[in-house]
Nanobody, 124 residues
Framework: QVQLVESGGGLVQAGDSLRLSCAASGRTFSTYSMAWFRQVPGKEREFVAVIMRSDSSTYHANSVQGRFTISRDNAKNTVYLQMNSLKPEDTAVYYC?????????????????WGQGTQVTVSS
């Protein structure tokens, strides 16, 4: 069992930066690939980025490529999402997720554990 707790969300202006954190419980953090998703009301949860368990390679959605960066610190059982040049369309609840797939997975079904989410609001 893995418990995930996100933090770092808030209200910012367009062009600002935020760093989200997701702290995981347990001693098996390094064995999970970790991902960030986001969701706005009335829409499906959208993949943002993933960092793989095997080699910490990363993959980012086209919509955030070049602006967002996912990273992890296995010693701290934490995954981060650095978000730069934020846009109003980045407004959403951001969720972190953990999964065991050896391949890059961009759908919710590929992840076994989820956090409760943190709200990010970007004003224009």
């Amino acid at each position: 069992q893995v418990q995930l707790v996100e933090s770092g969300g808030g209200l910012v202006q367009a062009g600002d930066s935020l760093r989200l954190s997701c702290a995981a419980s347990g001693r098996t953090f390094s064995t999970y690939s970790m991902a960030w998703f986001r969701q706005v009301p009335g829409k499906e949860r959208e993949f943002v980025a993933v960092i793989m368990r095997s080699d910490s390679s990363t993959y980012h959605a086209n919509s955030v490529q070049g602006r967002f960066t996912i990273s992890r610190d296995n010693a701290k059982n934490t995954v981060y999402l650095q978000m730069n040049s934020l846009k109003p369309e980045d407004t959403a609840v951001y969720y972190c997720a953990a999964g065991k797939s050896p391949a890059v997975v961009t759908t919710q079904r590929g992840y076994d554990y989820w956090g409760q989410g943190t709200q990010v609001t970007v004003s224009s």
